[in-house]
């Protein structure tokens, strides 16, 4: 069964700074990571998804890597703002076990003006 | 507007009293999926569906049960519902085909079991 951990829990960072989300995942044979972003009492809205085949992707301040053999995949905002206080969860869907999501509990950003 | 829709989204029932919680996508997509998402233990998949009758259980199925009749619903039955199913409940949808894994998810539905 895959497992799936996410590294902060919590973060509080001042407005302006770069930060570092990270994931990681026990069994390395995946489809894809995708990155959501969760705001309090609301669902989930998608971020980046990146393919096995991929390295990276980028969405304007967002930027997600993957590193499979090492089972780890990391969330970079650039120049943080007070509206990307949020919860952020990664989730895999593994080539072993078949059509099945495995999500990580999150970490929490509160980003201080 | 392309959209996952649930509903209810709030609900307080009583143990064993039966419910169905909906879920509808106007999207077309194939892959729909049931979630629950606990304080420390975070999303975990209840079942899932290929397509229009074809549906696979996931880590956490017991007690609940689905049907999908049509491609657009997914509906979440708890036939004899505990007080350990209060959760939040989330629906979502994907394409799922060619790895085009994006999943949209809808809004929620809270569950308190008394």
């Known amino acids: 069964k895959q497992e799936v951990t996410q590294i902060p829990a919590a973060l509080s960072v001042p407005e302006g700074e770069n930060l570092v989300l990270n994931c990681s995942f026990t069994d390395s044979a995946i489809y894809n990571l995708q990155w959501f972003r969760q705001d309090p009492g609301k669902g989930l809205t998608s971020l980046l998804l990146i393919q096995s085949s991929q390295r990276e992707q980028t969405s304007g301040r967002l930027n997600a890597s993957l590193d499979k053999s090492s089972g780890r995949s990391t969330l970079y905002i650039a120049a943080s703002q007070p509206g990307d206080s949020a919860t952020y969860l990664c989730a895999v869907r593994g080539r072993n076990t078949g059509n099945q999501f495995y999500f990580g509990t999150g970490t929490s950003l509160t980003v201080i003006p | 507007e392309a959209q996952v829709t649930q509903n209810p989204r709030y609900l307080i029932t009583v143990t064993g009293k039966k419910l169905t919680v909906t879920c509808s996508q106007n999207?077309?997509?194939?892959?729909m999926s049931w979630y629950r998402q606990d304080p420390g233990l975070g999303l975990r998949q209840i079942y899932y569906s290929m397509n229009v009758e074809a549906t696979d259980k996931g880590d956490v199925p017991e007690g609940y049960k689905v049907s999908r009749k049509e491609k657009r619903n997914f509906p979440l039955i708890l036939e004899s519902p505990s007080p350990n199913q209060t959760s939040l409940y989330f629906c979502a949808s994907s394409l799922f085909m060619s790895g085009t894994d994006t999943q949209y998810f809808g809004p929620g539905t809270r569950l308190t079991v008394l």
């Open positions: 999207m077309n997509h194939e892959y």
